[in-house]
């Protein structure tokens, strides 16, 4: 009984320590500069976070995976001075050794996402957060984007996609009609979303999240598809990226692409053409502007940090395309991570369950049932025919 208990508080604690590092990233957004109660409240959540792991065992090969991590966090913090790196780990050791750590993660990064996204736009409703406004041409007129309270006119759905892959990971056992419903009610959000952002990415982004959806026997069984995205920072990071930037990068007529993908292009050629490919990266200077996730770790963070990356990547893939939904999940933010630096743990948290995976499995031998799909096909099945009794 004893043990039960402690079990439970400590999934408590490990919860509380999930949405406090997840709030704190809110708070930066609210308040638009750190301070030194800012720089409090990370330092007290990852004092707590240390005081929880400690009370952990973990084995020899999972310490030294974890040195692996945090050389990683070194390597990715030295020219960029981010702290995701570490705090992704944080969360993998917090909920490796759960029995459904990877669900129990997502939910509460989900519904704790949810709430504080209300938030900071029922803030900027109410006057407390300012518009960061830009202006695009639409049909020859100049129009004004509306960042919502967030920090970019992209911000908005740079959250709010995070979340739509977190509800159709955690409704994976409800019925087809409540998964097209969802969907319906993510669409009009996403529209209502567009019409104040003019995001264009956003929107792109969630119709492929619908086409996967729909065509996702066809699109998540293909296996050049597989082989895509599991060398993803090879395939569309490095050969993609640099394809289009020489391709593109300097094409200013009408309806090019690089006009089409507001000169992206043309900042990942300058990008390019203005700095080397160093071991650990490159301090960019404000003119720069980078959105490529892909082109900001190579360039910003360096080809160690990048190849990282492509190693977890890589690595944790066998495991992931096993389950559909993080099949699924994987495919949007390696598509997402093209067109924005989607890097950040409240924005991003396939990282974190790239890490979770690693820590968890050792070799081949965890591959033998452990085809989820099979399970939660199972469970869909029975409720759809239970609809249809019904």
């Known amino acids: 009984?004893?043990?039960?208990?402690?079990?439970?508080?400590?999934?408590?604690?490990?919860?509380?320590?999930?949405?406090?590092?997840?709030?704190?990233?809110?708070?930066?957004?609210?308040?638009?500069?750190?301070?030194?109660y800012t720089n409090l409240t990370i330092i007290g959540l990852i004092s707590i976070s240390f005081l929880i792991l400690m009370q952990k065992k973990f084995s020899r090969s999972e310490i030294l995976k974890v040195i692996i991590l945090f050389l990683f966090g070194c390597a990715a913090y030295y020219n960029s001075t981010v702290?995701?790196?570490?705090?992704?780990?944080?969360?993998?050791?917090?909920?490796?050794?759960?029995?459904d750590g990877i669900k129990d993660f997502i939910k509460i990064f989900t519904y704790t996402s949810i709430i504080l996204y209300v938030i900071t736009i029922?803030?900027?409703?109410?006057?407390?957060?300012?518009?960061?406004?830009?202006?695009?041409?639409?049909?020859?007129?100049?129009?004004?984007?509306?960042?919502?309270?967030?920090?970019?006119?992209?911000?908005p759905f740079l959250h709010f996609v995070p979340i739509v892959l977190g509800l159709i990971y955690i409704n994976r056992e409800k019925s087809a009609t409540y998964k097209f419903i969802t969907i319906i009610v993510v669409d009009i959000i996403s529209i209502v979303l567009y019409n104040y952002t003019l995001s264009r990415t956003g929107v792109i982004i969630i119709i492929i999240l619908n086409i996967?959806?729909?065509?996702?026997?066809?699109?998540?069984?293909?296996?050049?598809?597989?082989?895509?995205?599991?060398?993803?920072?090879?395939?569309?990071g490095i050969f993609l990226t640099f394809y289009i930037a020489y391709q593109f990068g300097n094409d200013f007529t009408e309806g090019s692409l690089n006009k089409m993908l507001s000169f992206r292009p043309k900042l990942a050629l300058d990008a390019?053409?203005?700095?080397?490919?160093?071991?650990l990266g490159n301090v960019f200077e404000e003119r720069i502007v980078l959105d490529s996730l892909y082109l900001r770790v190579l360039l910003g963070a360096g080809y160690i940090s990048y190849m990282f990356y492509t190693y977890f990547q890589i690595k944790t893939f066998k495991y992931i395309e096993k389950?559909?939904?993080?099949?699924?999940?994987?495919?949007?933010?390696?598509?997402?991570?093209?067109?924005?630096?989607?890097?950040?743990?409240?924005?991003?948290?396939?990282?974190?369950?790239q890490f979770m995976l690693y820590l968890k499995y050792n070799d081949e031998k965890?591959?033998?049932?452990?085809?989820?799909?099979?399970?939660?096909?199972?469970?869909?099945?029975?409720?759809?025919?239970?609809?249809?009794?019904?």
């Open 1 to 36: 009984m004893k043990v039960k208990i402690e079990i439970k508080k400590t999934k408590i604690i490990e919860g509380i320590i999930l949405i406090g590092f997840i709030l704190y990233k809110y708070i930066l957004l609210w308040i638009r500069d750190p301070n030194i």
């Open 212 to 236: 996967i959806m729909i065509f996702q026997k066809y699109i998540l069984n293909n296996k050049i598809i597989k082989y895509v995205f599991k060398y993803a920072f090879i395939t569309l």
């Open 272 to 279: 390019i053409n203005t700095y080397n490919i160093k071991p």
């Open 323 to 353: 389950d559909k939904y993080l099949y699924l999940i994987l495919i949007v933010f390696s598509i997402y991570q093209l067109f924005e630096n989607v890097v950040t743990y409240n924005m991003n948290f396939l990282l974190t369950i």
């Open 122 to 155: 029922l803030l900027f409703l109410l006057g407390f957060l300012g518009n960061v406004a830009s202006q695009r041409y639409v049909n020859e007129y100049l129009v004004e984007r509306n960042s919502l309270g967030f920090m970019h006119v992209n911000s």
């Open 83 to 99: 702290i995701d790196i570490f705090v992704a780990t944080i969360f993998a050791m917090l909920y490796v050794r759960e029995k």
């Open 366 to 390: 965890y591959l033998e049932d452990k085809d989820i799909n099979k399970k939660y096909e199972l469970v869909e099945k029975e409720i759809d025919n239970e609809e249809e009794r019904t």
